[in-house]
C-alpha cells in the first residue's frame, strides 16, 4: 500500500488494466474496386443515375484479408456534398449480413450482392441508388466493408428501417466489427 502512495504511476498503470477494452476497428480487411480508383479520380458513369447519363449499377468490389473469426460482411455507400464534411448526407447502398465461407468476396458491377438489401435514402426504395449530383455539383462519396463477427440485427422494411451511414452502422454494431475497410472517390456532370 504504501508504493501506491508513493508512486502515481503504479496507480496510473494500475487503472489502465481495470479498464475495460472497447472495440478498436481495425483496417485488415482490404476493399477495392474500379468504379472507386481514389478520393481525387472521378468515379465511373456506370455507376451514376440515369439523369446523369449512368446506368445506375452498384460499384464491383473485392474484399480480401477478412479478420480471424468473420463470418459475415456489410458494405455502406454514402456520400457528402463537401470532402471535408463531419457527417454523411445520404446513402446510396446499405447491404448487411453477406456471409462468408472463406477469405475473399467478389462482386460484379451491376451483380445483385447476397445478404440482406437495405433502404437507400435518396428514395426510400431498397437497392441501390445511382451516384446523382445536381448537375455542375461535386460530390464525395465513400464506400465502406465492415468485417462481422455475427449478423447485425438490421431492419430494412417497414416502421423503423433505416438507411445506415458508414459512422451510424460502425457506433450501432461496434461490439461484432472486426475490421473495417473505406475508399473514396467523387462524382460530377
Not at 472463406?102 to 433502404?119: E, H, M, Q, T, Y
Not at 435514402?121 to 465502406?144: D, E, F, L, Q
Request: glycine share 8%; net charge positive.
Amino acid at each position: 500500500m504504501n508504493l501506491l502512495r508513493r508512486n502515481p504511476l503504479v496507480i496510473l498503470l494500475g487503472l489502465i488494466v481495470l479498464i475495460p477494452a472497447t472495440s478498436v476497428v481495425r483496417a485488415d480487411i482490404q476493399l477495392h474496386s474500379n468504379g472507386f480508383a481514389g478520393e481525387t479520380v472521378r468515379m465511373s458513369k456506370a455507376f451514376a443515375c440515369m439523369r446523369a447519363g449512368g446506368r445506375q449499377q452498384n460499384p464491383d468490389l473485392r474484399v480480401s484479408d477478412f479478420p480471424l473469426g468473420t463470418s459475415h460482411l456489410t458494405i455502406i455507400m454514402e456520400y457528402r456534398t463537401n470532402k471535408h464534411a463531419k457527417k454523411a448526407k445520404g446513402v446510396n447502398w446499405n447491404v448487411f449480413n453477406i456471409e462468408v465461407a472463406d477469405d475473399s468476396f467478389r462482386l460484379n458491377a451491376g451483380a445483385k450482392p447476397s445478404g440482406l438489401i437495405g433502404r437507400n435514402s435518396k428514395n426510400k426504395k431498397i437497392g441501390y441508388s445511382g451516384v446523382c449530383p445536381p448537375s455542375g455539383t461535386k460530390r464525395y462519396y465513400r464506400m465502406a466493408v465492415f468485417a462481422l463477427k455475427a449478423e447485425a440485427s438490421v431492419k430494412v422494411l417497414g416502421s423503423g428501417s433505416k438507411a445506415y451511414t458508414v459512422d451510424e452502422f460502425q457506433n450501432q454494431f461496434s461490439d461484432i466489427i472486426l475490421g473495417k475497410d473505406m475508399l473514396e472517390s467523387y462524382f460530377s456532370y
